[in-house]
Nanobody, 127 residues
Framework: QVQLVESGGGLVQAGGSLRLSCAAS????????MGWFRQAPGQDREFVAA????????NYADSVRGRFAISRDNAKNTVYLQMNSLNAEDTAVYYC????????????????????WGKGTLVTVSS
C-alpha cells in the first residue's frame, strides 16, 4: 500500500512558477514509476508528466513539454513537478499517481495503470 500526499499548489499569476511535491509513504517508493495528472473544472483528468522508478525515463504531455519538469528524490520518497511559464489553461487540481507504467498510449507519451492516487492540490493561474 502506498499513500500519496501532494503539496505546493496555490494562486500564481500568469508567467509565474510553482513547484509541486508528492510525498509517498512506504519502503517500495523506489520501485514505482510516478506520474502527475491534472483535472480542470468540467474536464476529464489528463496526463501531465511521468518519471520511471530510477528517474531515467521521463514523459510529458505536449501541452507542458518545455515548461514543466518532473523529478524525484528517492532518498526522500518524493516526486516533484516544477511548473514554469504558467498560463490560465494550467489551472486545475493536480494529482500524483504511483504504480503505473511510463510509456506510450495512443502513440503519445503517457503514464497508465496507476494503482495509487493522491487527493490532489489546486493550482490556480490568474491572467
Amino acid at each position: 500500500q502506498v499513500q500519496l500526499v501532494e503539496s505546493g499548489g496555490g494562486l500564481v499569476q500568469a508567467g509565474g512558477s510553482l513547484r509541486l511535491s508528492c510525498a509517498a509513504s512506504g519502503r517500495t517508493f523506489t520501485t514505482y514509476a510516478m506520474g502527475w495528472f491534472r483535472q480542470a473544472p468540467g474536464q476529464d483528468r489528463e496526463f501531465v508528466a511521468a518519471v520511471s522508478a530510477r528517474g531515467l525515463v521521463k514523459n510529458y504531455a505536449d501541452s507542458v513539454r518545455g515548461r514543466f519538469a518532473i523529478s524525484r528524490d528517492n532518498a526522500k520518497n518524493t516526486v516533484y513537478l516544477q511548473m514554469n511559464s504558467l498560463n490560465a489553461e494550467d489551472t486545475a487540481v493536480y494529482y500524483c499517481a504511483a504504480g503505473g507504467r511510463v510509456g506510450l498510449r495512443g502513440g503519445l507519451p503517457s503514464y497508465y495503470g496507476a494503482d495509487y492516487w493522491g487527493k490532489g492540490t489546486l493550482v490556480t493561474v490568474s491572467s
